[in-house]
Structures are given as structure tokens and as C-alpha cells.
């Protein structure tokens, strides 16, 4: 029998930082997988905007909007009880001004059950985490690789490679951490500026390509499931092979139908 645990909050995410307790996360969209999330015991849930990707088929995540963000926000928090539900806010929803940004974040709390928001960038969105964390809106941070500047970077690097551009990330974590986050997410960034990163700052910092010592780790859920097949970077340790396994299953049902296997009497009223 698994034990009973205590509401995640991001109070307990930085408890956990000062007792050196490892901090787990991984990506949801939807009911089902949550609920798998859940009575795993994952620490933190994001409903990522990758469902831009690997739920809706778009080539980045420029294109998923607060409405459906909402939508998948509701599917997920239905299943979850104990686990910190974080929503991400979609690109251009926090962008125009900071009273949009937090009529936006409202909308992931009140509607869809968020208990927090991501947000990507550094220097450049602390007035905009300011005014949601003010407003008693927990906030992620989220630097490194920022997949909402794919137009302007040209794809998915490793960041933080040369002295300058590590600079800028480890003023971004400083920067973001003032700002009010209550975490921070590292991506692709190299294990000893995370390393140093995490060090340096008070607020956990949750890492995806970003090495050992970051506090917590975060994977997309299909990935490490093996479900998502178009994606395979360097960090990714794959668990299962859902992918093939439900190929393979789905095969042997049309087989079945077609030579008239399924349904047999065991399976006919
Ligand atoms: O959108 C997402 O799933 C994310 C994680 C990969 C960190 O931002």
C-alpha cells in the first residue's frame, strides 16, 4: 500500500530544495494521464503548451491558445488531487501588456484549476511575473531554451555554450527569482550552468536537458513513454515503448476482426 501524502504546494517545492528531496514533474493534457501521474506520486504536473506538438500535430507551439490551454487545464486538474497543477501560459498571452498577462493567468486558475503559471524568458518578462505573483498567482519561471522563440532562435539548440550567453542566463535566473517565481525551469542548457544556477538561487530549479544537480527534473510524458516517436533529443531516456506496443495491439484487433477472431462467444452476450 502506497502511503498518503500531503498537497504538493509551492511552499513544499522549496522545503524540498532545503531538505535536498529531488523534485519530480512531468508533462499532462489530458484526464487519463494525469490520473497515471497522480497515483504515481509526481511531485508537479505541467499542462505544457508542447500539446501544441504532440497532442494537436503543429509543427512548434506559437500556435495553441489560452482557450484550449484551459480546456486541457480542466481535463487535467479533474484528476488530481495531491500533485501542484502548473499551466503554461501560450505564446503572445503574456506579451502585450501585464494586466492582459494576468487576466490570462486568471483564466487558467478560475477555469481551468491551475493552482500556478509558466511563464518563458527572462529579464525581459519580470515586470509581467511581478504583477501575477502580486496579483496571488504562484509563477514558474522558464530559461535556456525557450521554445516560443523559435521564429527569432531558428530551432530547438542547446543555449548558455559561450561565456556571454551563459551570463545572460544565470542574470535571467537571478532576474526571475526577484521577480516573485516560486521555480524556475532550466532547458537545454549545460549541466554545469545548471549546476551553478542551483546553486546560486533560493528557488528550486526544475531541469530538462540541463544535467544532475538541478533540483527537480521535468520530461514531456509521451516522450518517456515511448508515445511520441517524431522527438528524440539527447536528455531523453525512454521507459516504454508505448508507441510500438499499441501498434502491435491495434494490428492484432484488425487482424482479428477481419479473419473473424474477435468477437468470439467469450466476448458475446
Ligand atoms: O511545454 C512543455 O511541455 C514544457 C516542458 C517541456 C518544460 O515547457
Redesign the pocket.
Known amino acids: 500500500m502506497t502511503a498518503e501524502r500531503a498537497k504538493i504546494t509551492p511552499k513544499k517545492l522549496f522545503a524540498m530544495k532545503q531538505e535536498k528531496k529531488k523534485i519530480t514533474a512531468l508533462?499532462a493534457y489530458d484526464f487519463l494521464c494525469a490520473s497515471m501521474l497522480e497515483e504515481s506520486q509526481v511531485d508537479l504536473i505541467?499542462v505544457?503548451?508542447?500539446?501544441a506538438m504532440v497532442f494537436q500535430g503543429k509543427p512548434n507551439?506559437l500556435e495553441v491558445s489560452v482557450d484550449e490551454m484551459v480546456y486541457h487545464t480542466r481535463c487535467v486538474s479533474r484528476a488530481v488531487k495531491n500533485a501542484l497543477v502548473v499551466a503554461?501560459m501560450p505564446f503572445l498571452s503574456y506579451h502585450i501588456t501585464p494586466e492582459e498577462a494576468l487576466r490570462n493567468a486568471g483564466k487558467l486558475i478560475r477555469t481551468g484549476g491551475a493552482e500556478a503559471v509558466?511563464i518563458?524568458g527572462g529579464t525581459d518578462v519580470c515586470p509581467t511575473i511581478d504583477r501575477i505573483v502580486k496579483a496571488g498567482i504562484p509563477v514558474v519561471g522558464?530559461i535556456g531554451l525557450t521554445?516560443q522563440d523559435i521564429l527569432t532562435s531558428g530551432g530547438y539548440f542547446v543555449q548558455g555554450i559561450s561565456d556571454s550567453d551563459a551570463e545572460q542566463i544565470i542574470a535571467d535566473a537571478h532576474a526571475v527569482q526577484k521577480a516573485g517565481a516560486f521555480a524556475i525551469?532550466l532547458?537545454c542548457i549545460p549541466a554545469q550552468l545548471a549546476k551553478k544556477i542551483s546553486s546560486q538561487l533560493h528557488i528550486p530549479t526544475?531541469g530538462?536537458g540541463a544535467g544532475k544537480q538541478c533540483d527537480g527534473q521535468?520530461?514531456?510524458t509521451h516522450d518517456l513513454l515511448g508515445m511520441f516517436k517524431k522527438f528524440k533529443p539527447k536528455f531523453l531516456k525512454q521507459y516504454a515503448n508505448i508507441h510500438d506496443t499499441s501498434v502491435a495491439a491495434i494490428k492484432q484487433y484488425a487482424d482479428d476482426v477481419r479473419n473473424g477472431a474477435y468477437p468470439s462467444d467469450e466476448h458475446s452476450y
Request: proline share 5%; aromatic share 0%; glycine share 6%.
Open positions: 508533462t505541467l505544457g503548451d508542447s500539446l507551439t503554461d509558466k518563458e522558464h521554445p525551469v532547458e526544475i530538462i521535468i520530461l514531456v
